[in-house]
């Protein structure tokens, strides 16, 4: 390898990749999303790569006891709005129908102005 670097005057570095804190986060997600696709895969286990979206859907959605918020909520300001919810109307959905445009944006300013807040009581 050296060789090489020297002929064609390639700098080499040596780093490692490895972040004990942030590994065990991606390893305790990777678990987690396993188990999900273990839930939501067919028999075969081969349609996984169809099913992954769900899977993260399902994971982005669901309510988080330490966080007392879900990850969507967390990183969007607002709770998901499933499909679901707009072909049966959800209470949520029938009672933001009734507003005016104009109190649509100042609650969702009120939201947003709250959301640096919430993150940080998470933190």
Same mark, same amino acid.
């Given at each position: !390898? $050296?060789?090489?670097? +020297? @002929?064609?005057?390639? @700098?080499?570095?040596?780093?490692? !990749?490895?972040?004990?804190? *942030?590994?065990?986060?991606?390893?305790?997600? $990777? +678990?987690?999303?396993? $188990?999900? &696709?273990? @839930?939501? *895969?067919? +028999?075969?286990?081969?349609? #996984?790569?169809?099913?992954?979206?769900?899977?993260? #859907?399902?994971?982005?959605?669901?309510?988080? =006891?330490?966080?007392?918020?879900?990850?969507?909520?967390?990183?969007?300001?607002?709770?998901? *709005?499933?499909?679901?919810?707009?072909?049966?109307?959800?209470?949520?959905?029938?009672?933001?129908?009734?507003?005016?445009?104009?109190?649509?944006?100042? &609650?969702?300013?009120?939201?947003?102005?709250? &959301?640096?807040? @919430?993150?940080?009581? =998470?933190?």
């Amino acid at each position: !390898m $050296n060789k090489i670097c +020297k @002929k064609f005057h390639f @700098k080499q570095y040596n780093l490692s !990749m490895y972040y004990a804190a *942030v590994n065990g986060l991606a390893e305790s997600f $990777n +678990k987690t999303l396993c $188990n999900l &696709l273990k @839930k939501i *895969v067919g +028999k075969s286990k081969r349609d #996984w790569h169809f099913r992954i979206g769900e899977a993260l #859907w399902a994971y982005r959605t669901t309510f988080r =006891t330490p966080t007392q918020a879900t990850p969507f909520a967390l990183v969007y300001g607002v709770e998901a *709005v499933l499909p679901l919810e707009c072909q049966i109307h959800s209470l949520r959905i029938a009672i933001q129908e009734g507003f005016s445009e104009e109190d649509n944006v100042r &609650l969702r300013l009120e939201e947003l102005e709250a &959301l640096d807040e @919430k993150r940080l009581e =998470t933190q």
